[in-house]
């Protein structure tokens, strides 16, 4: 069988790299992606292994990288994706790299804080100028209008002479939010010896750190007095306001403002220049950033893959386990050559035998990597246990569309997923970065097998959007039963239903040759029949799946030499499950074979017969299907029930009895070794999993090791309570594939009868009926997409996963394993 | 074979024979229906999902994917084959017929003719 039977074969291999060539070797090793390192340093921390130094400096160069990643952003450039192969560079070019990044770094800083200075500057002469510009009318006029040197003041003071009446002002900017508060404030303190006049600046100014436009309020304050000038001035450094000079002459306002301009002018230019050099800064750090953080994040996986190499004796070369299938092996050995022969040295591997568990390999390609998923999520196979994905690849899409049985949902899947399957190489398509897409484009090969079934489905189901069709003629014929019963017009008015009699000559013609008759789709007791139908092909479809599962279980036993259990395990496994509800699938089909409409009222009924088995009891009313069933029903309980005990005791017994020799060879020595393995269980080494081992039976070279009987009996014990307990509720489970076909014709049929067919029957005339179906068939559109297809799609995927996880797969696979992920660079390409 | 004596008792001689029911005097003959034979639809449905499944795996080309691609050519054979038998194993002898609304009756009497 192809690759994807079982696992590749993985085998341990160990290699010798030569101190001078060890980086070069698994650099290349690295671009290749072909073994998986064995941590040979785990118990020590990663603060004390070989080339932590040089980890370090690789996380110091990633730092800065960070810093100049974030600059880039923050100047609204993006970063070009790194072009071409870049090898992780010797170790001597680190230093080069990091000079390089190091005065990058520190010039972007320079000029980034020259930015940000010339900015303030910039803000506070715009400010100023501002302030000055802004016309605060009644205070100057009135200002004006004096003339003279000589302020007169507005109010009278009450009483005392004033020592100063000049008008002075204050003049400023402060945050809007802030204005109430100071107006109150020094209203309140300098009560009738201020004027405040506040005014909001036409344009908001940029605020020189974040960029964003923020108002401002400039006021103009004048006053009497020196202790309130300095009330105001304390006032006003509370509030953090910028206050500015503020010259009584407007000539002399006129000349401030004007230079003000000029030298805001002139700061632009140089500001101007700066982000000139700015920009020139971060060309390079274009150029540099995107292969230089390629290159370093490679250096610094290679050496966290060297540091978990040990040292030989010598200190002449570094030795390293990994693990590597032996497909590839040729094309590690050459790897290794050629790297080396660079350094003039040579690095060898060679294979070594190991008692852990290698990890599982399996190939896939892009189509069958989707169903290997769904058996991985579940849990990654034991090494070289039967694989289910091959088989899945057909059982789930089928179940799935069992149970979404419609052509035209069938038909809006596949053609949804084809468009997907066709457009996969579009780079917009590739690029996508919304999840939920990104998760049904991952599928869509499932997608298209599902959709494919399901039309399949849907023409035996004979359902399209909940309609029959009727491609060959009925097998019904209503007119013969119309006129052997006499139904008359008459007749017909009277009775509001009636019932074709197959019994009746003529009414029954045979089977209808593909799928459901349509004549059940006009029936109102069409969920009788459909019930019956549904049910019964539930449970042959889970017996038929169940039984496949046993078997598969036979090439797991061949192929790990425990062929005793074929006999004391499978056998009686098909014995039980086949003896039992075989036999129903069998009495189900003998009845749809033998029991015509003849004898349907005295009919027997399957379910009381089934019962009655178990209970070894007779109910008379219930006539038997065949002659002598009773006889066989009977036998078939006892073999049943006698396999439990072989189920149970078979294996135990056994391999007791297999290791009984070796037991009685040593008794002395083989109790405290016993002892000492079961000690050593739980800190083995890195990789153990011996607990794991020891429940599945174990290998062959497991013989001379632990063989505790309680803990073999005791999973046998466990083992056949869940398989014969297992296979009345998985039956039982099966049941699922009828309930929700079920559930999605009755869905179809209430969207149908209640938004199209209303649609249809609206208006009599061509134009009403035309306007009124376009808004009716939208929302028939939509409700069909959103629940039939989304939720019924999900539902039933969902239930598919489920009969394949639990009763399929846990009559042969144990999931325990784990993957082989090879050291690569090849995620961090992207 | 035995199955086919499975089927209801009469031939297709019977329908034949002109049937004058009650309704003769509007001048309606006896329906035009062909009965469904058993034997041809298995014959033919077998042979198809044979061929896929029994004849196909013969013709797939060597390369990696050989397995993969027989394993599904024989599922689908197993699983599509078996569906479609169950569907109409189950409506080979009914015990009940359909119940129809009289407007159903009346239009799908002259209709299914």
């Known amino acids: 069988m192809g690759s994807m039977f079982r696992s590749e074969e993985v085998a341990l291999v160990q290699l010798f790299l ?34 932590v130094v040089d980890v370090r400096r690789c996380e110091e160069l990633e730092k800065t990288f960070t810093f100049l990643q974030e600059e880039v952003r923050r100047a609204g450039l993006v970063l070009p994706p790194p072009e071409g192969r870049l090898p992780a560079p010797p170790p001597r070019d680190l230093l080069r790299i990091q000079e390089e990044t190091e005065r990058l770094a520190q010039e972007l800083r320079d000029v980034r804080g020259n930015q940000q200075a010339l900015r303030a500057q910039l803000h506070q002469l715009q400010l100023h100028a501002a302030v000055l510009g802004q016309g605060h009318g009644p205070q100057l006029a009135a200002a004006h209008t004096d003339g003279t040197s000589e302020r007169m003041p507005l109010l009278q003071a009450p009483g005392g002479p004033h020592q100063d009446l000049r008008v002075n002002f204050v003049a400023g900017a402060v945050e809007p939010h802030k204005a109430p508060a100071l107006e109150r404030l020094l209203w309140r303190a300098c009560r009738g010896f201020l004027i405040a006049s506040f005014r909001e600046l036409e344009q908001p100014l940029e605020h020189p750190v974040t960029g964003e436009p923020a108002m401002w309020m400039t006021f103009l304050i004048s006053y009497w007095g020196e202790q309130i000038g300095q009330k105001i001035r304390k006032i006003t450094d509370c509030f953090h306001c910028h206050v500015f000079p503020f010259l009584e002459q407007e000539e002399a306002r006129r000349g401030a403002l004007r230079q003000l301009q000029q030298q805001s002018q002139e700061l632009q230019e140089v500001l101007g220049e700066t982000e000139r050099f700015l920009s020139q800064v971060l060309g390079r750090v274009l ?30 070369c570094l030795i390293a386990e990994a693990w590597c299938s032996v497909r590839d092996l040729p094309a590690l050995q050459e790897a290794l050559r050629d790297s080396s022969t660079e350094e ?30 769904i058996v991985d999520a579940y849990g990654v196979g034991r090494y070289q246990e039967v694989n289910p994905a091959p088989y899945t690849i057909i059982t789930f899409p089928f179940l799935f569309a069992v149970m979404f049985g419609d052509v035209g949902h069938g038909l809006l899947m596949f053609l949804f997923a084809l468009a997907m399957v066709l457009a996969e190489n579009q780079p917009a398509v590739k690029a996508a970065q919304n999840e939920i897409w990104q998760t049904f484009f991952r599928g869509r090969y499932l997608l298209l097998l599902m959709g494919l079934f399901s039309i399949y489905t849907g023409f035996i189901y004979n359902e399209c959007f909940s309609r029959a069709t009727s491609i060959f003629p009925s097998g019904w014929s209503v007119a013969a039963m119309a006129n052997q019963s006499g139904w008359s017009d008459a007749f017909l008015a009277q009775h509001a239903m009636l019932t074709l009699d197959p019994n009746v000559t003529g009414v029954f013609l045979g089977p209808y040759p593909f799928g459901i008759d349509p004549v059940w789709s006009l029936a109102a007791n069409h969920l009788s029949f459909l019930n019956s139908f549904k049910m019964k092909m539930s449970v042959i479809l889970g017996v038929v799946h169940m039984a496949f599962g046993v078997v598969l279980g036979i090439f797991n036993h061949v192929h790990f030499g425990q062929r005793h259990r074929l006999l004391l395990e499978t056998l009686p496994e098909l014995t039980f499950l086949l003896g039992l509800f075989g036999y129903l699938v069998f009495l189900v089909i003998y009845k749809w074979l033998c029991v015509s409409a003849a004898s349907a009222a005295s009919a027997p009924s399957i379910l009381i017969h089934f019962i009655n088995m178990f209970l070894f009891s007779h ?63 739980p800190d083995a080494s890195v990789n153990g999993w011996s607990s794991d081992e020891e429940k599945a039976g174990g290998l062959d070279d497991e013989e001379e090791a632990e063989l505790v009987p309680s803990e073999v009996l005791m999973h046998q014990a466990i083992h056949t309570i869940e398989f014969c307990l297992g296979c009345v509720s998985n039956t039982a489970s099966y049941l699922r594939l009828w309930a929700l076909s079920l559930a999605h014709a009755q869905l179809s049929e209430v969207l149908w009868a209640m938004v199209m067919s209303i649609g249809l029957g609206l208006g009599r005339e061509v134009g009403v009926a035309a306007v009124v179906l376009v808004p009716i068939f939208a929302a028939f559109a939509v409700m069909t997409v959103a629940i039939l297809l989304v939720m019924e799609g999900l539902s039933a995927f969902l239930h598919a996963l489920r009969l394949h996880w639990v009763e399929f797969q846990n009559k042969f696979y144990s999931g325990t394993g784990y993957k082989l992920s090879p050291f690569t660079f090849a995620a961090t390409d992207d | 074979m035995w199955m086919l004596s499975a089927l209801p008792g009469r031939g297709p001689a019977h329908l034949q024979r002109p049937l004058l029911g009650p309704a003769s005097h509007l001048g309606i003959l006896r329906p035009a229906m062909t009965a469904h034979s058993f034997a041809l639809p298995v014959i033919i449905f077998t042979t198809f999902w044979g061929l896929i499944g029994i004849a196909g795996p013969w013709f797939v080309p060597k390369g990696p994917n050989r397995g993969v691609i027989i394993t599904m050519l024989v599922a689908t054979a197993v699983c599509c084959y078996l569906f479609w038998l169950i569907a109409i194993l189950a409506q080979l002898n009914p015990l009940f017929g359909p119940q129809l609304k009289n407007e159903t009756i009346w239009y799908v009497r002259f209709l299914w003719e």
Not at chain 1, 23 to 44: I, Q, W
Request: contains cysteine.
């Open chain 1, 18 to 51: 030569p101190t001078a060539a060890a980086y070069t070797c698994v650099s290349r090793l690295g671009e290749l992606g072909l073994v998986e390192f064995r941590d040979l340093n785990a118990s020590v921390s990663a603060f004390q292994r070989r080339f």
């Open chain 1, 287 to 316: 150029q540099l950033l995107p292969p230089g953080q390629v290159q370093v994040h490679k250096m610094k996986a290679v050496y966290l893959a060297l540091n978990q190499c040990s040292v030989s004796t010598t200190h002449k």
């Open chain 1, 344 to 373: 003039g040295v040579s690095a060898v591997a060679h294979r070594i035998p190991c008692r852990d568990m290698p990890p599982t390999l399996i190939r896939t390609n892009r189509f069958t990597a989707s169903f290997q998923g």
């Open chain 1, 619 to 681: 109910s008379p009313t219930n006539r038997p299907l065949y002659p002598r069933q009773e006889v066989v029903q009977a036998t078939l309980v006892v073999l049943a029930l006698a396999m439990v005990p072989i189920l149970l005791l078979g294996t135990p017994l056994y391999l007791l009895r297999r290791h009984r020799p070796h037991l009685r060879r040593r008794p002395a020595g083989r109790q405290e070794e016993d002892k000492a393995g079961l000690l050593d269980l």
